[in-house]
Every structure is written in structure tokens, then in C-alpha cells.
């Protein structure tokens, strides 16, 4: 420190004198005494010891205790008296079956005289004869006798079973039978643009011989033109959730004098996740109301919006849930991944098909795949959510009227969509949920005709087969295309699930590779 002092001219101080410090003379005051002077009462060995432990009164020993009765002297659990709980009583069953039997339909009978039965009018009855349907199909037997006594009900049914047919002539025989005072009267809600155009294109053609008006409400039309049909007044409202609750918030719509609220596909409407959408647009809604819920599955979401939205439901199910159409043959082809595109391509050429419906999980796959197709020489139009409501109307229009032979659709194609005559449909990508496996090859064998389903499955999609299995309850049947160049043999045997053990095992080598 010193050569820094001399460097920038600091002079050292001197230190100073330490200061004394006087130190202050205290009143001496008198110790605490000692720790071996203070008093602390006498000592362990001089206290007075209480009574010992063999002087204490315990009362009588064991031995000298009265007898009780034995346990094998007391009456059984099931001669003792019943306990009554009043305050705690069972709460009630989400749904009842229906437990009376319905009103026969004799279906042996062809023409209008077989949906006159039902008591319908003269004027639907005549429609229903329009449309070509000869005879009621047995979700249309059950249904309709039960909507039309203004219960809820909650019906479970294949996809392609006329579901709209069965809740759309009650509920128009219940319009014509009692003019509602003020609009709109009935609300359907469904999952997707396309499913909505279609119930409504179905109220159409039923009301057609009526002075009934509905319209439909669904996102990529002009919402200004909605508004307008809203003000001139309409009986039926078929609409996706979204689109009618922006309708309902900025009040261009309400619904005081709503009778019926069918909920249509609700297992597809949570799934695309409306749950929210659901539960506001029914918290707007009138609570004295019939709903009717109509799925293809029955999940435990469905279940639960089931029991906030049904009161006292008649549930109806048509076979087993889950159940794949009568008419489907299903057929996998395993594949390495590398070759998937070759072999759907070879599929496609070695098929005979008049028109099919190929399903992705993701729209950029779809967009690939029609792009592999048509550098392979085969026509394909896309369908998914990215395209505009003019370029899905356009596709299925062409699709319809047979112009196109293929399209490539996401799941947003697989509920609803009635395209008659669909021979073939591929699942390109095996879903990711095995409902969704069963709603996508319902496209084909609609109104128990028949038809044919073909999968494509590599190696890391194997666990999903064995979920689609266990859910339809049968085995798939696996094949391979003759004369296609595998690189592997492919797999025809059908895959076990694994064992606890096995699962257990693999969990222990991952284990052990992790800590080398």
C-alpha cells in the first residue's frame, strides 16, 4: 500500500491514541446462589412413592369378571334387526331403460302405410313415400313412438341407421299437430358443417308437402344472410355449435318458445371439443323442454352430459355399442412405413371400386396423398378443415354425382356424411380412438347395403389394432397384395396383446439400459 500511497501524493496518518474508557463501577449486587446451594426440595430416594403397582385398584381380575355372552351365542348379521337410513337415499340412474315394451310396427308392409301407423300425417307420410323409404328401420321403430310422447330420450345407434328420419317425422308431426306461437320451435345441433347440411337438406325434403321454414346456421356462409332468415321467421334451426352462439351473444337470435333440442352425434361433438359450447348455449335455453341425444357411442363424457341434460330419459340402444355395420368386410394389410404410399397406391390400382373414401389423421397427410395419387394417374379431391365451405360443397357434390371416384378426408368426413353407393373406404392412418375407426367405415354399407373396409397398419400402429379389436369385439382379418415387392414378408398373424409380465420386463430392460 505504500508505493500507491507515494504514486498519487497520499500522506499516511498517523494512527491515533487508543481512548481509554472509563469503565463504570456497578452496584454489586447480591449472586444467585449456586447451583449445588439452591433448594430442590428433597431428594429422589426421600420422596413419598405413591401405592405400588400391585396396591392399586383395578377392580376385579379377568377370572372374577362376570361372563358375557359368547360369540358364538350372539345372534347371525342376518336375524339382527335392519338399520334405517331415511336421510341417505340412492341417487337416481343416469337413463331407464325402457321397460314397456313399444307399440308393434308391422314392416311387412310396404308404401305409406307402414310409417302411417305411427298416427303421422297425411302430409309426411306422403313426403316420407318422396324420399323412397319403404319401410321404417328399427332405430326408426322405437324412436318415433317415443319422441312422439314427448319424453327425452336417448338413443344409441349404428351411424347409417336413419337417425334423422327417426327424430325428424315426430318432431314435424308434433309441429303441425300444435302451431308453436313464436319461433324458432325446434333446435338440432350438430358436430360439423357438413353432417348440418344434410339433417337440414332431410327436414327439407320431409316438410316439403308443409308450410314448416327452418334454415341452417354453421360456420363459412354470410352471417348478415342468417340474420335475415332469423327475422323472417323459421320453425327448425339445424346449426354447429360454434356458428349459433355467436348468434346467441349478440342476440340476433333467442329461444323463449323452444319445444324440442336434439342433440345430434354427441359423441363427436366432445370429441371436437364443443363441451363448453354445449353447456352454454343449454344454460340460454328454456329448461321445460324435450331433448333428444342421439350417438353412435356411448363414452363416459356422453353419459355425463346425459344426466345434466336429460330428464328421465327413455334409452333406446340398437345392437351392441361399438358394433361395426353388418355389411362392412374388413380387411388389414400390414406394411413396413417406407412402403405405405407404394402399397395404397397398388391397392387402389388392383381394386375394383366405383368409389371410395380414404381417411388420414392430419390434413397435410391428406394433401400429400392426393398428391401421390394424381402423379400415379388417379384422380382425388381433398377434404378437410383448411379447405373452404365453397371447396368441401364442391368435392362432395362432385363426389355424389360420381365426377371423382376418390377423396381423402380427414375424420371431419366421418360422421354423418350420407353419400350413397360408397364401395371402398381406407384408413390410410389407423385413428387414434377406435370409436372413430367404427364412425369412419359406417361411410360404407349405409341402409344395411354392403361394402368393403381396408387398413393399411405398420409395426407402430399394432397397439391400435388390438384397441379397435377389443372395442368391435372380433377379429380383423389380414391379408397381403399379391405380386407387390415386400422388402419384409408381411405379418398375417393377428397380434397378442401383452402381458403384465411382459410390460413388467420391458420396463426393467429400459431401466437398465438407462443406467449403462
Excluded at 381380575?61 to 348379521?77: I, L, N, T
Excluded at 333467442?254 to 348455449?281: H, Q
Excluded at 363414452?299 to 362392412?328: F, M, T
Excluded at 369412419?440 to 409395426?459: D, H, M, Q, W, Y
Amino acid at each position: 500500500m505504500g508505493f500507491w500511497k507515494r504514486l498519487f501524493g497520499i500522506k499516511e496518518e498517523t494512527p491515533a491514541a487508543p481512548r481509554k474508557v472509563e469503565e463504570k463501577k456497578h452496584d454489586a449486587k447480591p449472586h444467585a446462589p449456586r447451583r449445588e446451594e439452591r433448594s430442590h426440595g428433597p431428594k429422589r430416594d426421600d420422596r413419598s412413592h405413591g401405592p405400588r403397582r400391585e396396591d392399586r385398584p383395578h377392580g376385579p381380575k379377568r377370572d372374577d369378571r362376570p361372563a358375557g355372552p359368547r360369540r358364538d351365542s350372539a345372534p347371525h348379521r342376518s336375524e339382527r334387526p335392519a338399520r334405517k337410513f331415511e336421510e341417505h337415499k340412492p341417487s337416481p340412474p343416469p337413463y331407464t331403460p325402457v321397460e314397456e315394451p313399444l307399440p308393434a310396427v308391422h314392416t311387412n308392409v310396404t308404401g305409406e302405410s307402414a310409417f302411417a301407423q305411427f298416427g303421422l300425417r297425411a302430409e309426411l307420410v306422403q313426403a316420407i313415400r318422396d324420399m323412397g323409404f319403404e319401410k321404417p328401420t328399427v332405430v326408426q321403430e322405437r324412436s318415433i313412438p317415443a319422441v312422439m310422447k314427448g319424453t327425452d330420450v336417448l338413443v344409441s345407434a349404428q351411424t347409417g341407421s336413419g337417425k334423422t328420419v327417426a327424430f325428424g317425422l315426430p318432431i314435424l308431426e308434433s309441429l303441425l299437430a300444435n302451431p308453436p306461437a313464436s319461433q324458432p320451435s325446434v333446435l338440432v345441433l350438430a358436430p360439423t358443417r357438413e353432417l348440418a347440411a344434410q339433417v337440414a337438406v332431410v327436414f327439407k325434403e320431409m316438410g316439403r308437402h308443409t308450410k314448416l321454414r327452418g334454415t341452417l346456421i354453421c360456420g363459412g356462409m354470410d352471417f348478415d344472410g342468417q340474420n335475415k332468415q332469423l327475422k323472417a321467421g323459421v320453425d327448425v334451426i339445424v346449426a354447429t355449435p360454434g356458428r349459433l352462439l355467436d348468434h346467441m351473444r349478440r342476440g340476433t337470435i333467442a329461444f323463449k318458445g323452444l319445444r324440442t333440442l336434439v342433440l345430434d352425434e354427441a359423441d363427436r361433438m366432445l370429441d371436437m371439443g364443443f363441451a363448453f359450447e354445449i353447456s352454454e348455449i343449454m344454460h340460454r335455453l328454456p329448461k321445460q323442454r324435450q331433448t333428444l341425444l342421439f350417438s353412435a357411442t356411448l363414452p363416459a363424457e356422453v353419459q355425463q352430459l346425459s344426466r345434466l341434460s336429460l330428464n328421465a330419459p327413455v334409452y333406446i340402444a340398437i345392437d351392441r355399442v361399438g358394433k361395426p355395420a353388418e355389411g362392412v368386410t374388413q380387411k388389414m394389410y400390414p406394411v413396413m412405413p417406407h412402403q405405405k404410399q407404394d402399397l395404397f397406391v397398388a391397392l387402389m390400382k388392383a381394386t375394383p371400386r366405383t368409389s371410395t373414401l380414404v381417411f388420414t389423421n392430419t390434413k397435410v397427410g391428406a394433401d400429400r396423398l392426393v398428391r401421390v395419387l394424381e402423379n400415379q394417374g388417379i384422380r382425388a379431391n381433398p377434404l378437410h378443415a383448411d379447405r373452404t365451405q365453397s371447396q368441401r360443397d364442391a368435392t362432395l357434390k362432385r363426389f355424389r354425382e360420381k365426377q371423382i371416384d376418390l377423396v381423402v378426408a380427414t375424420d371431419v368426413a366421418a360422421r354423418g356424411l350420407d353419400v350413397k353407393e360408397i364401395s371402398h373406404v381406407v384408413n390410410y392412418d389407423i385413428p387414434h380412438f377406435p370409436e372413430d375407426y367404427v364412425h369412419r367405415i359406417g361411410r360404407t354399407a349405409r341402409a344395411f347395403s354392403v361394402g368393403e373396409a381396408l387398413t393399411l397398419v405398420t409395426p407402430e400402429e399394432e397397439p391400435r389394432v388390438i384397441a379397435i379389436q377389443r372395442f368391435i369385439g372380433q377379429d380383423i382379418v389380414r391379408a397381403a397384395l399379391e405380386a407387390f415387392p415386400y422388402l419384409l414378408p408381411p405379418r398375417l398373424d393377428p397380434p397378442k396383446p401383452k402381458s403384465f409380465a411382459d410390460v413388467f420386463a420391458h420396463k426393467r430392460r429400459k431401466r437398465i439400459f438407462k443406467r449403462r
